[in-house]
């Protein structure tokens, strides 16, 4: 028995690496395929765009775009969005559940985004890799550069990924989100539930 244990413990080692990196994904998916179901077009979704109120019009201006500045940067723009709910999406690129749900967000703020505000904060990540994902999964929106998790730390969201915060219309914290999202619908459920 005390020979077999040496083996047992490896085995166990090997199944906890390859369930956790089966969880966590990677930069070329991994095991976690997206959630495509229908071709996004960054260029349409902004076209449908136009029109939107002025501070959302800016974020539509840059999209997929990788932002820098810190806290005080994302929370003067936080600021200039009052009077529009914000959904605040934290991704990293080797985040399996992110590129799960990105699909959701592309479409659902290509839908929604005359209305309501989306952010994204790139955490835990490098600004190649972040670049390359959002050359796959283009957003109508940019995210903020967020390395060491300060601009997340910020805004109340936990170390884990993906992460989704809902900010009311007044600024306030109205949920958060822990985990992906299964579903564009569920997506859309919770911006109704928590940002009306």
């Not at 749900?101 to 490098?126: C, M």
């Not at 969201?157 to 007044?170: C, E, H, Q």
Request: aromatic content about 8%; hydrophobic content about 40%.
């Amino acid at each position: 028995m005390r020979r077999a244990l040496p083996f047992l413990a490896a085995a166990a080692v090997i199944v906890v690496l390859v369930v956790g990196l089966s969880q966590a994904g990677g930069s070329g998916g991994g095991s976690s395929s997206p959630a495509r179901t229908r071709p996004f077009h960054l260029q349409s979704a902004l076209a449908g765009l136009r029109g939107a109120p002025q501070p959302l019009a800016g974020l539509h201006r840059q999209a997929s775009e990788i932002l820098r500045g810190g806290t005080r940067v994302l929370e003067a723009r936080l600021k200039t969005l009052r009077g529009h709910p914000v959904v605040l999406n934290k991704w990293a690129s080797w985040c399996g559940p992110c590129r799960h749900e990105f699909p959701f967000f592309e479409h659902v703020s290509a839908r929604r985004g005359k209305q309501v505000a989306f952010l994204g904060i790139n955490s835990g990540d490098n600004t190649a890799d972040a670049r390359q994902f959002l050359s796959e999964f283009p957003l109508t929106y940019p995210s903020y550069e967020d390395p060491s998790e300060k601009l997340a730390r910020a805004v109340g969201a936990p170390a884990n990924y993906p992460i989704t915060v809902f900010l009311d219309a007044k600024g306030r914290q109205a949920f958060i989100r822990q985990g992906g999202y299964a579903s564009e619908a569920q997506l859309d459920r919770d911006i109704d539930r928590y940002l009306g």
